[in-house]
């Protein structure tokens, strides 16, 4: 079946640091693609998303972009902040009307 | 998108006791969806709750331990039943919204058993 793996944290960066959070696909067509992002003591939110090959998503300095021949959704951010401290959540939905499905979760911390 | 109000936003059971969570939505949606968010993990699917027919489970739960009501496109409750420590985790409810692609969650109901 479809599912999500993305890599494993804890991630601990400094601010100002380069951030790449890894997630791969499975799926049997072409899903659509999320980022969510978790404070703590809060809920899911959107972060970005991308619906079809070669989109790229992007919000709040966070981009990720669909690629198909690689089957990835890769998470980056040129300068993280210590409010970006989170766990970030990547998903696949393989079409409208079906539930996303959520890789593992990556806890990222920032340090100042 | 769509906004969801989801409660209680969190309770302390007792074991062998139930629990019904609800969520109420601002908009009418096709499908709810219902997770379970354990400590420390990823969110795994409970169940797809479609107005005016039973509720659709993924493998490993069942409608006697977690059954779901859909009484029309803008509510939806999910009661875990007979409540053990292992239950003790988050629920989060979310539903799909059409316009600008993508699914919204409620703020979650963290459930303490004892």
């Known amino acids: 079946g479809d599912s999500v793996t993305q890599m494993e944290g804890p991630v601990t960066l400094s601010e100002e640091a380069f951030l790449t959070i890894n997630c791969t696909y499975t799926?049997?067509?072409?899903?659509?693609l999320f980022w969510y992002v978790q404070y703590p003591g809060e809920g899911l939110q959107l972060l970005l998303k991308?619906?079809?090959?070669?989109d790229k998503g992007s919000n709040k300095g966070f981009e990720a972009t669909y690629r198909k021949e690689t089957t990835s959704f890769h998470l980056e951010k040129g300068s993280v902040q210590v409010s970006d401290s989170a766990v970030y959540f990547c998903?696949?939905?393989?079409?409208?009307?079906?539930?996303?499905?959520f890789g593992k979760g990556t806890t990222l911390s920032v340090s100042s | 998108s769509a906004v969801i109000s989801q409660k209680p936003s969190r309770d302390i059971c007792q074991r062998g006791t139930s629990l019904t969570i609800q969520c109420q939505v601002d908009?009418?949606?096709?499908?709810m969806f219902w997770y379970r968010q354990q400590p420390g993990q990823s969110l795994t699917l409970i169940a797809t709750a479609n107005q005016g027919s039973e509720a659709t489970y993924e493998s490993g739960f069942v409608i006697d331990k977690f059954p779901i009501s859909r009484p029309n496109l803008t509510f939806s409750t999910l009661t875990v039943s007979n409540m053990s420590p292992e239950d003790s985790s988050i629920y989060l409810c979310?539903?799909?919204?059409?316009?600008?692609?993508?699914?919204?969650f409620g703020s979650g109901t963290r459930l303490t058993v004892v």
């Open positions: 998903a696949s939905a393989n079409q409208a009307g079906t539930a996303l499905i």
């Open positions: 991308a619906t079809k090959a070669d």
């Open positions: 979310s539903v799909e919204y059409i316009s600008n692609y993508g699914y919204t």
């Open positions: 908009s009418q949606v096709t499908m």
């Open positions: 799926a049997t067509g072409y899903p659509s």
